[in-house]
């Protein structure tokens, strides 16, 4: 044919390890792409054999299928995913119930084990004030999660749909959110948390969380935006619109899955991101204030006894870059499987 | 809009197309039962009337000043009959395209008509365009972009379904998907495969599946086939008219190319920079075209014959399309005729049978906007 290269299922598949019967359907892919597309298309005999296996391994054979659907058959199959969501799982589950696997009071400190190293009973070691580097480890995931996730989701959130329909109806609302996204941007993000969180009282993770998404969401609004007006001006859009398609069915059905993947990657990067954001503020000394537990609070007390105690600094480090990463991993899968071309 | 009509310009530039029976409807109820009405064949379904869309040149940031308007399609009229193909050729630019936007619907009209059935749907809304979307359908020029390409076959084509509930039942959707794939030549195993797995051909089948789902009367075709190669090009040509004969459709068929659109339409119109320069049957128009433009674009056509290309009398335009921002006064192929004259900068030549062909019933006495029509027959010529 003489529009694409013949589709390269070896390449569209390559890692990820798809299944023998997903790979059958590949190889029949590829066979339709190469022959002739006579009025009988191609119909091989190996084309309906393939075909049923492929259903098969999926839904029921004859189930209409759909990009959900079909998104979650394939994340389920790729180990990076699979990896990934069960690091934040437990991430969760630490975060809800950090009793489940640490028994010890994160408050509970003995100066006089101060920059111990690992100890029976205390695995990590201890910190600056002789508190239980793992206990605080596990602890501080709480905070940390919970501002990434809830900051995260609100960004994306409020970004996301206020980008769209600004990128959608364009006129003055456009113009005019345009501005405002300007003006965000224009705000230093550490000075800005300085003023504002400093007249904030309480000692609790919102007002943080509220502060990032506030600073956070014209970021992804202007991406949102802008992806909405490139996936507005193609065709098919304005087929939906020559059948009659309502706005939101237009919006829902098909400009949102076209311009998701950006606000997706941008988004798990932004969120390794926030919850260094905490971490920040909180060394600072105007987020998360001690007593409370948090990653940030815990690589900021150590960080001037990293010659002496470099395990007290690393080991919450490393925690945080475990789950930026694992944040940033089931984007990454989550928008692969959300393009069927990469399928 | 600014100045649709100049001094000494005539309001209506295509004095003799038929009659628009308008329909008598008060509310919305008769609206769309008058739109689901039969029209016998030969009957004009669609009639186009002083069709304007000016798209305007806006300058300024804060306060947008109009400072002009590009006249992508000013003041065009014809009809087109139940069961017809009518080819609409002209070169990029011309405004072919915006005719589809605005018969679909997808523009607003900056001034002019368009009946659908005695009713004007450029100023429908609501449940009455719905129902004239039922009936009027599309099949876009680039089969890459016209397929959502993260919806599955079966969700593009059962997509009009969705929308128009009362076309079919929910639980006979996904059986109507398949016979429409059959219909249109695909294997109907393919309902749960996605665009890029097609090739361009077989994407273009799927656009026409789509635009059959609702078992449209009209089917707007935006150069349907510019974006495939030759040997699928006939393919998709021939499934258009075997689904015309048996869907009994009307097509208005856009396109640049112009052999194409001689096998396939029954009459043809050329447009230029925003008008229809002659409209005529394909006998008329392709062996004895009126208007310089037309002689000049088929003197254009390649033949395959050697020896007939020898002596055959190629005329070469000078000159570049004007702007259709600021488009010559009076005729608008002035600038590049070679018949032109005083007359033509001062008086816009009507879209009308030349004064010296009505009287004959030979071919030429077709519809001309040209003050110095006359047959030259250049396809032929030796």
């Given at each position: 044919m003489p529009e694409q290269p013949p589709y390269d299922s070896e390449g569209a598949v390559a890692?990820?390890?798809?299944g023998g019967a997903m790979d059958l359907a590949a190889s029949e892919a590829t066979t339709l792409e190469r022959a002739p597309g006579g009025p009988e298309g191609p119909q091989g005999p190996e084309g309906p054999g393939g075909r049923e296996d492929a259903e098969g391994a999926g839904p029921a054979a004859g189930r209409p299928r759909s990009l959900w659907s079909d998104a979650w058959r394939d994340l389920r199959r790729n180990p990076v995913f699979v990896v990934s969501a069960l690091v934040i799982l437990f991430l969760v589950v630490i975060a809800v119930w950090p009793s489940l696997i640490a028994s010890g009071n994160p408050l509970t400190c003995d100066l006089a084990r101060a920059q111990d190293g690992p100890a029976p009973g205390h695995p990590f070691g201890f910190d600056g004030q002789g508190c239980d580097v793992y206990t605080r480890t596990v602890y501080g995931a709480r905070a940390s999660v919970t501002v990434g996730v809830c900051a995260t989701l609100g960004v994306a959130l409020l970004g996301s749909v206020l980008g769209g329909l600004a990128g959608f109806f364009g006129g003055t609302w456009d113009g005019f959110l345009s501005r405002i996204t300007d003006i965000f941007f224009a705000i230093p993000v550490v000075l800005g948390g300085l003023v504002l969180l400093s007249v904030v009282p309480g000692n609790t993770v919102w007002p943080v969380v509220g502060f990032i998404v506030l600073l956070g969401w014209p970021q992804i609004s202007r991406i949102a935006r802008g992806s909405v007006i490139t996936a507005k001006q193609h065709d098919y859009v304005q087929a939906a619109r020559a059948l009659g398609a309502s706005n939101s069915r237009i919006l829902l059905r098909h400009i949102a899955p076209n311009a998701v993947a950006p606000v997706i990657v941008v988004a798990t990067i932004a969120l390794g991101t926030y919850i260094a954001l905490e971490a920040t503020l909180s060394y600072l000394g105007v987020g998360l204030k001690p007593p409370s537990v948090s990653w940030g609070i815990d690589i900021s007390a150590a960080s001037p006894y990293i010659r002496n105690a470099p395990h007290a600094l690393l080991w919450p480090a490393g925690a945080l870059a475990i789950t930026v990463l694992a944040f940033i991993m089931l984007g990454d899968a989550v928008r692969d499987a959300l393009d069927p071309k990469l399928r | 809009m600014a100045d649709t009509t100049k001094a000494g310009e005539p309001t209506d530039a295509t004095p003799n197309v038929s009659d628009v029976r308008v329909a008598e409807v008060k509310s919305e109820e008769q609206a769309v039962a008058a739109l689901d009405e039969h029209v016998d064949r030969g009957e004009p379904i669609l009639q186009v009337r002083n069709l304007v869309k000016h798209f305007p040149l806006t300058q300024g940031i804060l306060i947008k000043r109009q400072?002009?308007?590009?006249?992508?399609?000013?003041g065009i009229s014809f009809d087109l009959y139940q069961g017809e193909t009518l080819g609409i050729v002209g070169e990029s630019g011309c405004g072919k395209s915006t005719v589809a936007k605005l018969l679909m619907n997808l523009e607003r009209a900056t001034a002019g008509e368009i009946f659908y059935k005695g009713q004007d749907i450029t100023k429908l809304s609501g449940r009455a365009l719905k129902a004239v979307r039922r009936n009027i359908q599309m099949i876009f020029q680039d089969p890459y972009t016209s397929l959502n390409p993260r919806m599955t076959v079966g969700d593009i084509i059962g997509e009009p379904f969705d929308i128009h509930?009362?076309?079919?039942?929910k639980g006979d959707r996904r059986r109507r998907v398949k016979e429409l794939l059959d219909v249109v030549?695909?294997?109907?195993?393919?309902?749960?495969?996605?665009?890029?797995?097609?090739?361009g051909g077989q994407r273009q089948r799927i656009g026409i599946a789509r635009g059959l789902a609702l078992n449209p009367e009209v089917i707007i075709c935006?150069?349907?086939?510019?974006?495939?190669?030759v040997s699928v090009q006939a393919q998709v040509i021939n499934l258009m008219e075997r689904l015309q004969d048996e869907f009994n459709l009307s097509y208005i068929f856009i396109a640049h190319d112009l052999s194409i659109v001689r096998h396939i339409s029954d009459r043809v119109g050329v447009m230029y920079l925003g008008r229809m320069a002659e409209i005529g049957t394909d006998e008329q128009i392709y062996?004895?075209?009126?208007h310089p433009y037309t002689q000049a674009l088929l003197s254009a056509v390649p033949v395959p014959d050697p020896d007939a290309r020898e002596h055959r009398d190629r005329i070469i335009l000078t000159g570049d399309v004007p702007s259709p921002a600021n488009p010559p006064s009076g005729c608008r192929f002035r600038t590049r005729c070679w018949k032109a004259q005083d007359k033509c900068a001062e008086e816009t030549p009507l879209l009308a049978i030349p004064e010296r062909f009505k009287s004959s019933d030979s071919p030429a006495a077709h519809e001309s906007a040209c003050h110095f029509a006359e047959e030259k027959d250049v396809v032929h010529a030796a």
């Open positions: 890692g990820t390890g798809m | 400072i002009g308007a590009v006249k992508a399609v000013d509930p009362e076309v079919a039942p030549g695909l294997n109907p195993e393919y309902i749960n495969r996605y665009p890029h797995q097609f090739s935006d150069e349907p086939v510019s974006a495939l190669d062996d004895h075209p009126t």
